[in-house]
């Protein structure tokens, strides 16, 4: 298995998988673009969940936090082609483009690409480069490869220009809102910060007037409560969520649980089993 296998560093990768493997998360840093050659690719955020299949096209956004699944199909490996849109390179074609976007894009976050003849032959040739990591794309050309990746995407969907080029920073947005539909994810309270508009001090100071607690305290009972309510009320097997609550290892979760309820997870999950 190969993921990824840096084509260009930090700008193009190419990832193959044969066996299924389902990530934490992942925190999106910059806009990106995904040619699914083979298999099954499903992304799911807090509020969209996208599934595509071979030859399909997804324009991902930036600054979200993400679950990606991978998954081959019978008699078809997992193979994928990721460009990233790092943005000091779409502020370089915005400046020679001479694009100017005034308003902030509220659209989709993330947005499938239509079939398109002129984007599919456009990763058929990066593909012979991703197959034969011998033969490596030097970094000017790669840059010019991406720099046609998102011309082509421009002249397939010229809507897509607030989408790309919406440079502002993320605004201050629902804090309550944003942490409960987004606790599970297992990242660090700064990133919280960022992603709710606020620095670490400002997140800290209005998380505390929202929930009367901690950060990090609230996010252990928030996680340990749905974990509760999974077990009992869904009969849902600890070992099988304990993951997508944001937990590292089964042995720290077992542990918290017993520590907040009184009883290991198992217990309860037998019990309510019976």
């Given amino acids: 298995m190969t993921n990824p296998n840096e084509i260009v560093p930090g700008v193009i990768f190419y990832a193959y998988l044969s066996t299924r493997r389902k990530e ?36 991902v956004g930036k600054n979200q936090l993400a679950q990606i699944t991978k998954t081959p199909l019978p008699d078809e490996d997992y193979e994928t082609v990721v460009i990233s849109l790092q943005e000091d390179l779409l502020r370089k074609i915005a400046l020679e483009e001479q694009i100017e976007i005034k308003q902030k894009y509220t659209g989709p976050a993330n947005i499938p690409i239509p079939q398109n003849d002129f984007l599919h032959g456009y990763f058929q040739s990066i593909i012979p480069y991703v197959r034969n990591p011998a033969e490596r794309i030097s970094a000017d050309m790669g840059i010019l490869k991406v720099n046609e990746g998102i011309k082509l995407l421009l002249h397939t969907m010229p809507e897509l220009r607030t989408f ?39 997140f800290k100071r209005d998380f505390q007037k929202t929930f009367g607690m901690a950060p990090r305290h609230w996010l252990q009972e928030k996680r340990l409560t749905e974990a509760r309510h999974l077990i009992e009320k869904k009969n849902k097997k600890p070992s099988a969520i304990y993951l997508d609550l944001g937990f590292e290892s089964l042995s720290h979760f ?21």
């Fill in 254 to 274: 077992s542990h918290s649980f017993k520590k907040k309820f009184g009883k290991a997870p198992t217990e309860i999950w037998v019990s309510e089993a019976l």
């Fill in 164 to 202: 790309l080029f919406d440079f502002s920073e993320p605004y201050k947005i629902d804090l309550e809102k944003f942490m409960l539909s987004n606790f599970h994810f297992n990242i660090p309270v700064e990133r919280f910060a960022r992603l709710t508009g606020r620095s670490l001090a400002g």
């Fill in 24 to 59: 934490k998360v992942t925190f999106l840093n910059h806009n990106t673009l995904v040619f699914l050659v083979s298999g099954q690719f499903t992304l799911e955020t807090s509020g969209q969940k996208i599934s595509m299949r071979r030859g399909e096209m997804l324009l």
